[in-house]
């Protein structure tokens, strides 16, 4: 069974930092593109950062400069540095894994292109 979990999430002040992890059982990263999504109760989901198999990575021009996507091989987890956290980063935040051509809606009803899919990690930034 693969299973994906995230932490790291937390209660911070505009300006403050928090470093989300996804860590994955079942399945390894390494040949994998992953991403990580955010969604707000009533909106819609919104792809924050990706990273592709060889290492390419993209941002969301609302976090971009802010948001760093990593990842660790050894302990096949992916890492979300946030920094310069804004009020309007307040949300879920899901990790999703092996990208697919086949769209699956996810609970919370995200429409994602990725076999696999992160419970979430609440981010609550206050001004």
């Known amino acids: 069974e693969v299973r994906l979990v995230e932490s790291g999430g937390g209660s911070v002040q505009a300006g403050g930092s928090l470093r989300l992890s996804c860590t994955a059982s079942g399945f390894s990263f390494a040949p994998s593109d992953m991403g990580w999504y955010r969604q707000v109760p009533g909106n819609e989901c919104e792809l924050v950062s990706t990273?592709?198999?060889?290492?390419?990575?993209s941002y969301a021009d609302s976090v971009k400069g802010r948001f760093t996507i990593s990842q660790d091989n050894a302990k096949n987890t992916v890492y979300l540095q946030m920094d310069s956290l804004k009020p309007e980063d307040t949300a879920v935040y899901h990790c999703?894994?092996?990208?697919?051509?086949?769209?699956?809606?996810?609970?919370?009803?995200?429409?994602?292109?990725?076999?696999?899919w992160g419970q979430g990690t609440q981010v609550t930034v206050s001004s």
């Open positions: 990273w592709q198999f060889d290492g390419r990575t």
């Open positions: 999703a894994a092996d990208r697919t051509t086949v769209y699956r809606i996810r609970p919370g009803g995200c429409l994602v292109p990725y076999s696999y």
